[in-house]
């Protein structure tokens, strides 16, 4: 069965961190670049960073870039989403997911770029 699992979410007070995993399984993911998006009710879905397959890249939106660091751990087929400084508007689902292009050269922010999905892990952060 092909699955992305993310784990590591929860409710935080404003100004805390929370550490997010994404877990592939019955997928590889090692080729492949990986994003981490959000969604919060009543809003649309919003690209919150991404890694390239070699983890030779990263980078995060530009709203979160001094607080969100994404990274990967491909011997582990693992992508983490570390988030510092919450505020009550991170509050939303965070999905990861993944490439559908093999070895992109470039990290898309673009929702459609991504074939595979996990269900997402509600992040809840109140002041």
């Known amino acids: 069965q092909v699955q992305l699992r993310e784990t590591g979410g929860g409710s935080v007070q404003a100004g805390g961190s929370l550490r997010l995993t994404c877990a592939a399984s019955g997928l590889s993911i090692s080729q492949y670049g990986m994003a981490w998006f959000r969604q919060a009710p009543g809003k649309e879905r919003e690209f919150v960073g991404g890694?390239?397959?070699?983890?030779?890249?990263?980078r995060s939106a530009d709203s979160m870039k001094d607080r969100f660091t994404v990274s990967r751990d491909n011997a582990k087929d693992t992508v983490t989403l570390q988030m510092d400084s919450l505020r009550p508007d991170d509050t939303a689902v965070y999905s990861c997911?993944?490439?559908?292009?093999?070895?992109?050269?470039?990290?898309?922010?673009?929702?459609?770029?991504?074939?595979?999905w996990g269900q997402g892990t509600q992040v809840t952060v109140s002041s």
């Open positions: 997911a993944r490439d559908r292009q093999r070895r992109r050269s470039y990290i898309s922010s673009e929702s459609a770029t991504y074939i595979y």
């Open positions: 890694i390239k397959w070699d983890a030779g890249s990263a």
